[in-house]
């Protein structure tokens, strides 16, 4: 079946960008995202990527797409301490289900 | 705009109690999805609707599990009897009809379970 893979932690200064991994099974997804979730709240839709793309910017945030090796990462450029949070990769499968990753807990420091 | 709202936010109960948490999705939102989140298994799908029908209920870990979508703004998950393994944060979302959208999802706030 289809998996979503991402590494759980990721610790970086405030102000370094931040490079979150993910890969992913299934090649016949339409739609790649990246959501967040903040602590006591549910998961909001950071960003997504039509797989036709290679690569999407949104002001801080760039998503790059390699379809080839089924690769999704996410940067966050001058990273702040707001950004701290877990983000998770997500895939919409065949069904129109969306398959998450495990989350990558971001820690930013001071 | 009202998002998803989910009812508990927060349930503790003893084994065995039966427990039913809500959801009113967003209005004109023609799916609904039930996730479960643990520590051990991260985001997991257990059901989802399309026009109040159930789709796909493989996600349902157990038959103690059920869930129903009476009318387009309303739906129910219900665990009976309720079990320690259970404890979970329970997220409701919706999502707008397909082809009209990216397949964002639209989530809750979550109801976190605690079964004792």
């Known amino acids: 079946g289809e998996d979503v893979e991402q590494s759980l932690f990721l610790s970086v200064r405030e102000g370094d960008s931040s490079v979150i991994n993910c890969t992913y099974t299934?090649?016949?997804?339409?739609?790649l995202y990246w959501y967040k979730q903040e602590p006591g709240a549910g998961l909001q839709l950071l960003t997504y990527?039509?797989?036709?793309?290679d690569m999407k910017q949104d002001q801080r945030l760039t998503v790059l797409l390699n379809k080839k090796d089924k690769h999704l990462s996410l940067r966050i450029a001058d990273t702040q301490t707001g950004d701290s949070a877990i983000y998770f990769c997500?895939?919409?499968?065949?069904?129109?289900?969306?398959?998450f990753g495990s989350g990558t807990r971001l820690l930013v420091r001071p | 705009d009202a998002g998803v709202i989910q009812s508990p936010r927060h349930e503790v109960t003893e084994m065995g109690q039966e427990v039913t948490l809500r959801c009113k999705p967003i209005?004109?939102?023609?799916?609904l999805f039930w996730y479960r989140q643990t520590m051990m298994r991260g985001l997991e799908l257990l059901i989802y609707?399309?026009?109040?029908?159930?789709?796909?209920d493989s996600g349902m870990p157990e038959d103690r599990f059920s869930a129903k979508m009476p009318n387009a703004s309303f739906s129910t998950l219900k665990i009976q009897p309720s079990e320690p393994r259970d404890s979970a944060v329970y997220f409701c979302?919706?999502?707008?009809?397909?082809?009209?959208?990216?397949?964002?999802?639209?989530f809750g706030e979550g109801s976190r379970l605690t079964v004792l």
């Open positions: 979302a919706s999502s707008p009809k397909r082809g009209k959208n990216t397949g964002e999802l639209f």
């Open positions: 299934d090649s016949s997804s339409t739609y």
């Open positions: 990527i039509f797989s036709n793309m």
């Open positions: 997500a895939e919409m499968d065949s069904s129109y289900k969306l398959i």
């Open positions: 209005s004109g939102h023609d799916y």
């Open positions: 609707f399309n026009n109040n029908v159930p789709i796909d």
